[in-house]
């Protein structure tokens, strides 16, 4: 039996995202337009307003990082950390096209080792970044002592894997038609914070007050079922990994199983569109 290493993990999870940088750059117009109103509601949970000092934790290829740069204005500041330097250069180029430069900064680190100034930020964000962190009540108390008292930290993870069918339909039939194993239930991965108890508890004890949870939905929308498989490829990297090790005529298969379950799924008859609800989970502690 291996024995996780967390040093590993992390590396594996810099050149994973590393890869899919352009993916994400691409996609950008899908991934946006199902994260607008889930960025909207962690900035209202967050209360952040002009002049605001913002910490985004795992901001990627810039959100909801530069959506809270544009409210908190020149006499507010972001700093926009992530594990990927390739990610924070597609951030960063986004922030100087939008005249963000002076008010954003860029750093890269994970949340569980990077320095932070302790005390100095009156909000903090993280939009699908805890779940990935081996060590989540280590990145919780770096982000904790980071805020001013009364800091806010607003968070949103994924639900369980079949409230999420736009990670776990792909990942399914890869499983299946390999017939790999699924990954261990403790690892750090896309559901591994869809508990809500255990979730509330790593913040609880992390020293947040006042904390509370809400459900929301998160629509991804697709011109086709083609076009989804599209999206998955080029921006997964464990589906990348798994597709690298197969030949050609596999791969095309393995496609094709995406494809035809997507379709068998929820796809539009008519239009041949097809859509996919998620459920997404936010929760809001204020430190102590």
């Not at 607008?36 to 934790?57: C, F, M, N, V, W």
């Not at 390739?86 to 960063?92: D, G, H, N, R, S």
């Not at 607003?154 to 990954?183: C, G, H, Q, R, Y």
């Not at 690298?244 to 796809?267: C, D, G, M, P």
């Amino acid at each position: 039996m291996s024995t996780f290493d967390p040093n590993q993990f992390k590396e594996g999870q810099r050149q994973g995202w590393n890869n899919v940088a352009d993916g994400w750059l691409k996609w950008w117009n899908i991934t946006e337009t199902a994260g607008k109103s889930l960025t909207k509601r962690l900035i209202e949970l967050a209360g952040i307003k002009q002049g605001s000092k913002i910490l985004d934790i795992a901001t990627g290829i810039g959100e909801p990082s530069i959506t809270a740069a544009q409210l908190v204005g020149e006499n507010g500041h972001v700093l926009a950390i992530d594990i990927s330097p390739q990610m924070l250069a597609v951030a960063k180029q986004r922030s100087i096209s939008m005249g963000l430069q002076d008010v954003m900064d860029f750093r890269e680190g994970d949340a569980e080792t990077i320095n932070l100034p302790s005390s100095t930020f009156d909000a903090a964000l993280c939009r699908f970044g805890l779940m990935f962190l081996p060590n989540v009540k280590a990145g919780l108390s770096n982000i904790h002592n980071s805020l001013v008292n009364d800091g806010i930290f607003a968070a949103a993870v994924w639900a369980s894997p079949d409230k999420v069918p736009f990670i776990s339909l792909p990942f399914n039939v890869l499983l299946k038609e390999t017939n790999s194993p699924p990954p261990p239930m403790n690892a750090p991965g896309p559901f591994s914070l869809s508990d809500e108890k255990l979730l509330k508890e790593y913040i609880n004890s992390s020293g947040f007050k006042d904390v509370t949870i809400e459900r929301q939905d998160m629509i991804f929308n697709f011109k086709s079922a083609e076009e989804f498989t599209n999206f998955v490829c080029e921006t997964a990297s464990p589906v990348q990994v798994i597709l690298s090790k197969q030949s050609e005529e596999r791969r095309k298969k393995l496609l094709q199983a995406i494809t035809e379950a997507a379709v068998n799924s929820n796809v539009d008859k008519n239009s041949g569109s097809i859509s996919f609800s998620n459920e997404v989970i936010c929760i809001v502690g204020t430190k102590q």
